[in-house]
C-alpha cells in the first residue's frame, strides 16, 4: 500500500524514535493508545490520545512502541443501536502481527520483530494440473508420529519434521492446506461445556499465528519466537517443494453474536465491520453469530492487507476461504460474483500467483453458489462429493433392495471435469474434486456408517449433517464380518480411485490415505484428542491403502491425460484438455439412453491428451457401479494396438505386474471396481 491510499499502514509501523499506531474507526469520539509493562501485561505504563483525520483513520505516536512492546486499544463513542463503544474495554489492534495472552479471555496486541533469513528459498509454483492438496490439522498431523520427536508433536516445527515431510513426499501430495493457524479462540458456549473449538474456526485477529501451535520453548520466547517458528516451517516444507496454503476465515470472528466478547472489532466500530438492521440486529449469513460486512471498503481492505501479509511476508502460497459466499455479498446483502472484493482477490499483485480456494456457499440466502464465482478462482465442488459418494455407497445400499435409482451420465460428467458447472473459461482445474474434508465422515467411516454419532459433541447428537450418502455396507461400525470388511476396503479403494483419476485439483483429507476413522463422528470440531489426531500406527490393510494411494497419486503424475487444464471443444484442437471418448461395457460408443438409464451402470472412459509439453499420453478407465461382476469388452480406438492395466481396485495390495490385452478382447470386472490402462 501507499500513502496515496487513505487506509495504509494500518497497524504499528516502527521509526528510528519509537512506532506509530494508526486505526480505523469512522463512528468513534476517541481513540487512546494504551502500552503495558514488559512483565505485567495489566499495568498500563503509557496512554496516548490518538487523532483522527478526514478519513477516520487514528493515529498514535510514542517513543514506548517498540519491538515486544505490548498495547491496546480504548475506544469510546456514540450510544445507539449500531454501536458497542466501552471506554473501559482493552481492545486488540485488527492490524496486530503478534498477541500475547492475559487470561482466558483477555489477550494484549504485540510489536514483532518479523526479521527472518529465507535463505534464498523460493515458492514451489505448483503448475495446477499437477497439483494434489492435502488437507491437514497442524496439530492433528504430528501429534501422535512416532518418529517426530515429542517436544515437536503437534506443533509448526513437527509439520515440517523430516518425517513428516518424508510422508508427504512418499504419499505424492505437492500442497499441504492447513486448518485455521490465524489466531482463534473457542467459543463461549464450548468453554462452559469443558469443550474447545479445535479446527480453529473463530478468528481473532487475521494478521497473528496461533500461538498454541508452536513448541513450548517458541511460546516462552513470545510472539517473535512463534512467528519465527511459523516461517521456519514455510521455509522447510518449500525447500522440499511442498505449498502451503491457509484455509482463512474472514466471514465471521470470535466475537460472536450482539452479546458476546468484544476483543476488537465491535468495540472498535460495530456499526461498520459487521452487518446489521436498523435496530442494531446481526444479520447473520454465517451461522456463528456475526458476519463481517464486506458491503463496506474498510472490512475489504482488511482482507486484502491480511492476504498480502501473509502471501509477501510469510511466503504462503494460497488461501482456501470458509464461508467465502460472505465475501461476495454486497450492501443489499446478496452475491454477487463480480464483487470488488471477489475481484481484488484474484487481481491483487501481491497475490496473483497465490490459489485462491473457495468454499463457494455459507447459510444465507442464495447462499449456495457452486460454479458461480469469476474467473481465477477454484472452487470446492461439492456436486463432485455428493455425485461420487451417491455412485459408489447410496445407490449401491438403495439396488440391494430394488434396482439402482441412477445411471452413470452424471457421475462421467463429474468424472470429466464438472462442465456442467465450471465455464469453459474456467476450465476443470476450477473444480477442486474432494470426498470427504475436515467436516464430515472420514473416508473409513463413510463406508462404515450409515447415520452420525455425535453424542460426545455435547449437543444430544443434533449437530452436524444428516445427509451423508455414506454405506455401512451392513453393519454399524466396527465389525469382524470379513464380507463387510472386504467391501467397506473395496468401497475406499473405489473412491480414492475415482478422486485421484478424476479432472480437476483433487483434494485429500489427511489420514484418509489409510483409513483413518474418527468413530463416526462427523462433525468432530470440538475434540483435541486422539479421535482427531492422525493415528500413525496402521493394520496390514491400511497399508494396503496407503499403498493404492501412493499408486493412484504416480498414475496422476504420469499421465497428462487424467489432468487436463482445459475442457476439449467438438471440432477444434484444444491445446492443453484432454480428449474424451466414452464406450459401453461391449466396447460401442455410448448411446443417449446408455447415459441416462439406471440399468447402465458401466462405462469405459477414453482419454487423450492434446500435448503442450508432455509426451502424447493416451488412458482407459473401466468404471463398474454394480454389486455383480461384468464382462467388459476393450474398445476399438484410432491407433491403438494394445491396453496395459496398470491398476485394479479390485486388488487388495496394488498390482505388481501389469497386464497388456488387445482391443475387442474381454476383460473380467469385479463386482463395484474400477480397472485404468495405459494405452499403445
Known sequence: MNAGDPFHDLGVRLGPSGGELRVWSEHADALELVIFDDKDLNWITHSVEMTRDDDGVWSGSSEELVLGRRYAVRASGPSSPNNAFDPSLLLLDPYARGLARVSAEQWRSVVVDDAFDWGGVQKPRVPLDRTVVYEAHVKGLSKLHPDVPEELRGTYAGLAHPAMIAHLHDLGVTSVELLPVHAFTSEQRLIKQGLVNYWGYNTLNFFSPQASYATKTAQAGGADEVLREFKGMVKLLHEAGLEVILDVVYNHTAEEGPGGPRTSFRGIDNATYYRQDATGAYIDVTGCGNTVDFGHPVPQQLVLDSLRYWADEVQIDGFRFDL??????????????????????????????????????????????????????????????????????????????????????????????????????????????????HDGFTL?????????????????????????????????????????????????????????????????????????????????????????????????????????????????????????????????????????????????????????????????????????????????????????????????????????????????????????????????????????????
Open 324 to 437: 467465502a459466499a460472505t465475501l461476495g455479498r454486497n450492501e443489499a446483502v446478496e452475491f454477487t460474483p463480480d464483487h470488488p472484493l471477489l475481484e481484488a482477490i484474484v487481481h491483487d499483485p501481491s497475490l496473483v500467483d497465490a490459489k485462491m480456494i473457495a468454499e463457494p456457499w455459507d447459510v444465507g440466502m442464495g447462499g449456495w453458489q457452486t460454479g458461480n464465482f469469476p474467473a481465477g478462482w477454484h472452487e470446492w465442488n461439492d456436486r463432485y462429493r455428493d455425485r461420487v459418494r451417491n455412485f459408489w455407497l447410496s445407490d449401491i445400499d438403495y439396488a440391494r433392495r430394488a434396482d439402482a435409482p441412477v445411471g452413470i451420465g452424471g457421475f462421467a460428467t463429474r468424472l470429466a471435469g464438472s462442465s456442467n458447472t465450471f465455464s469453459a473459461e474456467r476450465g476443470p482445474l476450477a473444480s477442486v474434486n474432494f470426498i470427504t474434508a
Open 444 to 680: 473409513a467411516d463413510l463406508v462404515s456408517y450409515d447415520v452420525k454419532h455425535n453424542v460426545g459433541n455435547g449437543e444430544s447428537n443434533r449437530d452436524g449433517t444428516d445427509n451423508n450418502r455414506s454405506f455401512n455396507h451392513g453393519a454399524e461400525g466396527p465389525t469382524d464380518d470379513p464380507a463387510i470388511l472386504a467391501a467397506r476396503r473395496k468401497a475406499m479403494r473405489n473412491l480414492l480411485g475415482t478422486l485421484l483419476l478424476s479432472a480437476g485439483v483433487p483434494m485429500l483429507t489427511a489420514g484418509d490415505e489409510f483409513g483413518r476413522s474418527q468413530r463416526g463422528n462427523n462433525n468432530a470440531y470440538c475434540h483435541d484428542s486422539e479421535l482427531t489426531w492422525v493415528g500413525w500406527t496402521r493394520e496390514p490393510w491400511q497399508d494396503q491403502l496407503l499403498a493404492h494411494s501412493r499408486r493412484l497419486l504416480e498414475l496422476r503424475r504420469e499421465h497428462p491425460a487424467l489432468r487436463p487444464e482445459h475442457f476439449a471443444a467438438a471440432g477444434t484442437t484444444v491445446p492443453g484438455a484432454s480428449v474424451m471418448d466414452w464406450f459401453d461395457a461391449s466396447g460401442a460408443t455410448m448411446s443417449t439412453e446408455d447415459w441416462t438409464s439406471p440399468r447402465n451402470r458401466t462405462l469405459q472412459f477414453f482419454s487423450t491428451s492434446t500435448p503442450e509439453s508432455e509426451e502424447l499420453d493416451r488412458v482407459l478407465l473401466i468404471v463398474h457401479g454394480v454389486e455383480q461382476p461384468v464382462e467388459v469388452t476393450l474398445p476399438e480406438h484410432e491407433g491403438v494396438t494394445a491396453f496395459v492395466r496398470i491398476w485394479n481396485s479390485a486388488d487388495d495390495a496394488p498390482m505388481s505386474e501389469e497386464e497388456q490385452y488387445v482391443p475387442g478382447q474381454t476383460v473380467p470386472v469385479s463386482a463395484t471396481s474400477m480397472q485404468l490402462f495405459r494405452a499403445v
